[in-house]
């Protein structure tokens, strides 16, 4: 494992970026609502166990953006691709709830397909940037430094952590969304 990942296995959980002690209270910065979609996400996978809808359940609900077809959709995308270790579903989640917050209905508008495939874009080089790829195995090897590819390893996997290790994948992968999403459509940015 690079150096540059080496924390990774240390810090699991979604990180708090908002200041929570300031008086007068500031409530809904934008700071908050992200960090409310990392701890949605990273909360949702330890209960239902889906990294996707995890994740792209977090970033609907915090804006406010529910979208049923969306969410059902996610149901097959956890665990890198119905669990084949392809792309991450936390990653797959992100870039869905990137795409229905920005992209278009409209096959011909052109300009907010290019739009959300940029922002799409940006999303994937910050996970890389923090993970070293998009990959679901290749994710669980920076962060556990293995990879649970064999249902064999299950019980092995949940004891060292893996599925904390995975609901943080989610929680980055939330607030890497939902702050691309608030930069492209916020017109008061916080």
């Known amino acids: 494992m690079d150096e540059a990942r080496a924390g990774l296995q240390k810090n699991w959980g979604p990180t708090r970026a908002a200041q929570y002690d300031v008086y007068p209270f500031v409530a809904a910065s934008r700071e908050k609502i992200l960090d409310a979609m990392a701890q949605t996400a990273f909360s949702s996978l330890g209960v239902y166990g889906n990294c996707c809808r995890s994740t792209v359940w977090a970033v609907q609900l915090h804006l406010r953006r529910e979208a049923a077809p969306v969410l059902r959709a996610s ?7 119905c669990g084949t270790g ?4 936390a990653v797959l989640g992100g870039l869905l709830a990137v795409g229905e917050a920005l992209g278009a209905e409209d096959f011909r508008n052109q300009a907010a397909y290019e739009a959300a495939n940029g922002s799409a874009r ?3 080089e910050r996970i890389k940037d923090s993970f070293g790829s998009t990959r679901c ?3 669980q090897r920076a962060i556990m430094g293995w990879c649970c590819d064999d249902p064999a390893k299950a019980e092995e996997w949940i004891k060292a952590g893996g599925p904390i290790a995975c ?3 989610c929680a ?4 890497e969304a939902g702050a691309i999403i608030l930069d492209r459509t916020d017109p008061n940015p916080s």
């Not at 980055?172 to 607030?175: N, P, T």
């Open 137 to 139: 195995y290749d994710i």
């Open 167 to 169: 609901a943080g994948v």
């Open 75 to 81: 149901s097959v995308l956890a665990g890198g691709l």
């Open 86 to 89: 392809e792309t991450c579903g």
């Open 172 to 175: 980055r992968a939330a607030r």
């Open 122 to 124: 940006d999303f994937l």
